[in-house]
């Protein structure tokens, strides 16, 4: 008889579930607003690596660094900041973050409720969003008062180009914690290895000309080095030999399959590792 008083299982409302996730991102803010000390190093820090990148670009100018920077060196490094800055904090908030949801017994609390699982992964994209935009606009303030004028042209498609570029980093970000699901601690070593191989091949700071050509055929094959090349050279009007990787109509269809595909796969990547972490019964495993 009780069975038959047993209600189905009903999945939570589109209201119930998006108060969830919204739950998770004040939850994300407060935990940011404790800590007022590491929230002014993220500022200082920007200044530093800023001054740092500048000063070291401007040195094999030229002039030296007292010459100063033409326009387009500004862009090339301004915009390439920018999605340095994303994918940087898209692999510690987004894929690191559920390293540190086990270290704070909360993550398997979290599949424990009717709240999606996925919701998770959602909410740190808003926070990086939200939180990198102003360190981005930061440091592009920072750099042109160091560098000089920024050239901004084709502004909806450059728009476009970072949309499809972010979506395909965020994805990136979902499979990267489906690896520190399966890695735990070494994830910490992952972060700092894919940030220099990102420095190196999507040349982020420098043009893809300055690499040499076994290095430049190796950038070829990351889909996010098209991302970097398209969204600046776009911003940058396509001055002469821009992008640099491949044709304009190539690059964009790259990129746009890169942000439409990988957040599929990387949702996939995390679906699948997670499923092995509750096999396993390591989600509150440290």
């Given at each position: ?21 919204w ?14 000390i ?10 530093l ?5 500048t ?7 030229p ?8 326009a ?17 904090d898209t ?61 901004i042209?084709?502004i ?6 970072l949309?499809?570029?972010?979506s ?13 699901l ?18 190196i ?21 990351i ?5 970097v ?8 009007g ?26 599929i796969?990387?949702i ?5 590792a ?13």
């Amino acid at each position: 008889m009780a069975a038959l008083n047993q209600q189905p299982y009903q999945s939570p409302s589109m209201s119930a579930s998006f108060s969830s996730f919204w739950a998770m991102v004040r939850k994300e803010f407060t935990i940011m607003l404790r800590y007022p000390i590491e929230f002014l190093a993220s500022f200082i820090q920007i200044f530093l690596i800023v001054t740092i990148f500048t000063l070291a670009g401007l040195m094999f100018s030229p002039d030296g660094a007292q010459g100063g920077a033409s326009a387009e060196i500004t862009g090339i490094v301004a915009y390439g900041f920018i999605m340095f800055l994303f994918l940087s904090d898209t692999l510690w908030s987004i894929g690191f973050n559920i390293r540190r949801e086990q270290k704070q017994g909360t993550l398997e609390q979290i599949y424990m409720s009717p709240a999606s699982k996925l919701a998770v992964l959602g909410s740190r994209v808003i926070i990086t969003l939200i939180w990198t935009s102003i360190l981005s606009v930061v440091a592009v303030f920072l750099l042109t008062s160091l560098l000089g004028e920024l050239p901004i042209h084709n502004i909806g498609l450059g728009i476009f180009v970072l949309i499809m570029a972010l979506s395909g980093t965020f994805g990136t970000g979902f499979a990267f914690a489906a690896l520190t699901l399966r890695v735990k601690e070494s994830a910490n070593t992952a972060v700092n290895l894919l940030q220099f191989v990102f420095m190196i091949f999507c040349a982020p700071f420098f043009a893809f000309s300055a690499l040499p050509e076994p290095l430049l055929w190796i950038s070829r094959f990351i889909p996010l080095a098209y991302g970097v090349d398209l969204f600046r050279s776009t911003l940058l009007g396509f001055p002469n030999g821009f992008p640099e990787l491949a044709p304009f109509g190539v690059e964009l269809t790259i990129v746009t399959l890169f942000g439409v595909g990988m957040p599929i796969l990387g949702i996939w990547l995390y679906q699948q590792a997670e499923n092995h972490a509750r096999r396993r019964g390591s989600l509150s495993e440290y």
